[in-house]
């Protein structure tokens, strides 16, 4: 038997590998994503007080910070059955919207676009930011122009730019002063116009993966999963909503009611999880979530100027969409939502209020915290004990629910190209690191531990982190 490994997977957050095996007459066997970390957030804050959840779960991320934080938050105020003032509610969307934005524009500038540039090449040493500096020095610069506006507007608005620390029980510890206001307004002035064009550069790059036959790669059709309000894309608040692979509405739940749609499985070549649909079944309830599948599920968009291209890009592709590829299309369409919705939230005086905050009287004891983070939906739930100390934590993270697709993305590019060991040239290795690339994973965030259990030599199915059967 012979083995080939992609390790480690590189431009993703975290460390992974791909194996490629073949039997002694040299045909292609298994092709298996694993990842190969684990981390135990989830009993780190068994036994801490509650209201440190919004402090501790960002160091889970320096990327996707913004977040866990806010994920937490809302857990938190659950937890004491408050509702925060809007002054408080408006800072927090504004915060989401600028880590959408540094985190888009950090995706597509500096670890997709090589992928989309030089899908083709060997030269692993082209395929970098580098590479693409030289070929299209604009890229580049505004993926770094776009985060620096979004860490702005996390340090002014979260007190810090990497792991924010103004999200409190109940609301926001600090207002934003008019003058820190101005600043933002000023430095975003450009922000919509910059994503816009960052949208058309991917537009073009994708056209070229089409001709050349690879906006196919790890392509198959499953659910998508997504949050929306009143139908609206929205990464901030609302309902969970599920598609079939035909588009049609399968459920539409509130965050609270996770637990009776999302399991869980453990495999023995992976420390992630294998998340699917309950009632679908570990098989037939594969589902994705990210930026295609919020696409797939809303109704439209919240801005005019992302609404254009949503209508465009449906006209283009249909609905649903499956392409692993179009996730990055998906991701400059929200980078234009999010900037717009910046631009909205910073002209609106409300923003400056200082009503933002309100005591919490009670202790329910029990809350759920939910939004989109960048690469798709995020759960927090938290239980404690009466003086409020956490006894239970459960994180389902974005990247852990996109797994499944990505192992099965892996093993459709390989049996696509590669029937020995002698296909298994670098571009076509490369090929499944850009499906991985493509849903823009976070293999640190995702990694967590289940009673123990990170490895298993069978199907072990679990519901809210408990284990309920073996398959």
Known sequence: MTKLS?????????HGKVTLSFDDSGKLDKVNFHVVEVRGFEKFLEGRYIEDAPVFTPRICGICQVSHNLASARAVDNVFGVKIPK????????????????????????????????????????????????????????????????????????????HPVTAVVGGQSKPLTEEERDELLKMSENLVDTAERTLVVG?????????QDLLELGYFE?????????????????????????????YEYEPSEYLNYMSEGVRPYSYLKFPYLTEKGPVDGVYRVNTLSRLNVCDRMPTPIAQKYYEEFVKTFGK????????HYARLIELISS???????????????????????????????????????????????????ITDANLVVATVQNNPAMDIGVQKVAEKYIKTPEDAKPHVLNHMEMVIRAYDPCLSCATHTIDGKERMLSMDVYKGGKLIKTL
């Open 6 to 14: 992609i390790e480690p997977v590189t431009r993703v957050e975290g």
């Open 87 to 162: 002054t408080a509610d408006m800072l927090r969307n504004l915060m989401q919207q600028a880590s959408n934005v540094h985190s888009h524009a950090l995706h597509f500038g500096m670890l997709a676009s090589p992928d989309l540039m030089f899908p083709m090449t060997d030269d692993a040493l082209k395929r970098n930011v580098l590479g693409v500096a030289s070929e299209n020095m604009d890229v580049v610069k505004d993926a770094i122009s776009m985060r620096k506006i979004g860490q702005t507007i996390i340090q002014k608005v979260g007190g810090r730019a990497i």
């Open 203 to 211: 537009k073009q790059l994708l056209d070229g993966l089409k001709e």
């Open 222 to 250: 499953s659910y998508h999963m997504g949050m929306v309000n009143n139908g609206a894309q929205d990464i901030y608040e609302g309902k969970i909503r599920v598609v079939n692979p035909e588009g049609k509405i399968e």
């Open 320 to 327: 649903p969409a499956h392409h692993p590829m179009l996730f």
């Open 339 to 389: 900037a717009e919705l910046i631009r909205k939230f910073l002209e609106d005086d409300a923003i400056v209020g200082t009503d933002i905050r309100v005591e919490p009287t009670d202790l329910v004891g029990e809350g759920v915290g939910c939004l989109e983070a960048p690469r798709g939906t995020l759960v927090h739930h938290f239980k404690t004990d009466d003086k409020g100390i």
